[in-house]
């Protein structure tokens, strides 16, 4: 593995484990440019200021929200890939658009992926992309 798929993978590591910590100015230093696309949902964060509030708001309902790594991977083309188990606690108000869930107290751990794309010749991401099933935390929830 070249010096530049293990720095990228350090990174990846080091974001998400900044994430879990909730060390926002931290975990935006692992950014080039902040950028989330939320594929299952189609939502994209695009610049600090949304990603910043993209984290506060998905820490509201769930402030112990962490992940939990699997596997990891660099691959030839900037791009490093994780599955991990997505976890977290239902402790505060859950925004389902017209609908507001209150607390149930209840845990869930849903399996996920995530690609994390690099600048050229760098070890700093650019876009990080989650794969999910919009409705897996719901389903652990027992909430449909």
Partial sequence: MTNLKTRRIKTVRDHMALE???????????FEHPRYELYGSGRVFDGEEQVRS??????IPFP???NEIISLAADD????HVEFWLTGTHLGPLNMGSRVIEPTGK???VRMAATFE?????????????YFDQNAVLKDLGLI
Avoid at 121 to 128: A, G, L, M, P, R
């Fill in 64 to 66: 112990d929200q962490a």
């Fill in 118 to 130: 690099f600048a050229p010749d760098s070890d700093k991401i650019i876009c990080e992309r989650p």
């Fill in 107 to 109: 845990r869930f751990r």
């Fill in 20 to 30: 879990c910590e909730c060390d926002w100015d931290a975990v935006m230093a692992t």
């Fill in 77 to 80: 083309n900037a791009t490093v």
């Fill in 54 to 59: 993209y984290f506060a708001a998905s820490r």
